[in-house]
């Protein structure tokens, strides 16, 4: 008998999974995360420790139901154009079709971003023969606007490479802005109506403060990292992004899809061990943060485990500070 989740503990316990895309599909809840190898290689801020080859689908039927495994969707070896690290991705429905977006190292060890299909949110999902036309770096997120138009998020320094590609090709020697230079910012571009390519030159989205002036790079505890997520509440996009070296999941919002953003606080705490990577989803008629951490692993940081919790807003729709292990 497969026990219900409760809020803060591992979804599932007979594989590693992390970096959960949650949505809402047909009624219920689909979990779309990477899938963790168990090995025991050493770590690096290149991020060749995680080293996932394929993705498995989660779902349950609602939070107080068991969370049913679906098993492998999709495999490394099954996509043309991809060599390795099949890293965090994410879900979208339009079209009568679901679509898995992903990133992998093409054969030239250079991210780009894939999308694969199915007519089942459980998959299994084909994938195109070549990545998006443009595309580049990590940490897809998708969504599809009011209005059916579909926005792409994406980008992650260091072993994300983001800060490789400011000139608008790729550079492999390039670096960080300096520590009082804006930060780089995550990058969004529309896509078309068939959800297989960019509409347009991917752009980089500002994140600023509270009179404007963009975050700076050295201010490691607002500044942009990876994993964006973008969703809509009370007529306002919420951009929530990790910080990375700071381990802070944090927001900011706008009345634009594309920014700016108004940078506005944190939403989790650092969890045990370096990556944090998350989602939130509204189920009914309350929201949900769903995460990861290394807690099952004694803090391994390449063997991670989604767990969820509640997220609660303010009256002025600011978000709820969580703390993880309280």
């Known amino acids: 008998m497969k026990k219900n989740v409760k809020p803060n503990e591992p ?5 590693y999974t992390a ?5 809402v599909f047909e009624g219920k809840i689909y979990i779309y995360p990477s899938h963790d190898l168990d090995h025991d290689e050493p770590s690096n ?4 420790q995680y080293k996932m080859e394929d ?3 989660l779902s349950m039927d609602d939070f107080n139901s068991p969370c049913v495994d679906h098993g492998e969707v999709l495999h490394v070896r099954d996509i043309p154009w991809a060599k390795k690290q099949l890293w965090a991705p994410d879900a979208a429905y339009k079209n009568n079709t679901y679509y898995l977006f992903f990133p992998a190292r093409d054969h030239d060890y250079i991210f780009r971003l894939g999308v694969a299909t199915s007519s089942n ?4 999902f084909t994938p195109q023969e070549d990545y998006i036309p443009g595309s580049f770096s990590i940490d897809p997120a998708v969504l599809v606007d009011d209005d059916q138009k579909a926005y792409v998020y994406f980008g992650g320094l260091w072993g994300g490479q983001l800060e490789k590609w400011q000139t608008g090709t790729f550079n492999p020697d390039g670096k960080e802005p300096a520590a009082s230079e804006p930060a780089l910012g995550p990058i969004v571009a529309e896509l078309s109506e068939d959800m297989l390519t960019f509409t347009e030159t991917p752009q980089e989205i500002s994140i600023v403060d509270e009179d404007g002036n963009p975050i700076l790079a050295g201010d490691e505890e607002r500044r942009y990292f990876e994993g964006p997520w973008v969703h809509k509440y009370n007529d306002y ?10 381990h802070l999941i944090a927001y900011a919002m706008s009345k634009n899809p594309k920014g700016p953003f108004v940078y506005k606080g944190t939403i989790l705490k650092p969890v045990i061990g370096w990556t944090t990577h998350h989602s939130i989803v509204q189920f009914e008629d309350k929201w949900y943060l769903f995460y990861h951490d290394c807690s099952m692993s004694d803090g391994v940081n390449h063997k991670r485990s989604v767990k969820y919790t509640e997220l609660k807003y303010n009256e002025d729709g600011t978000i709820q500070t969580i703390d993880p292990y309280k």
């Open 55 to 57: 993705y498995h689908v």
């Open 121 to 124: 949110p459980a998959g299994p």
């Open 45 to 48: 801020d290149n991020g060749d």
């Open 11 to 15: 979804l599932v316990n007979h594989i």
């Open 237 to 246: 996009y919420y951009l929530s992004y990790s910080t990375g070296t700071t």
């Open 19 to 23: 970096d959960p895309s949650a949505h």
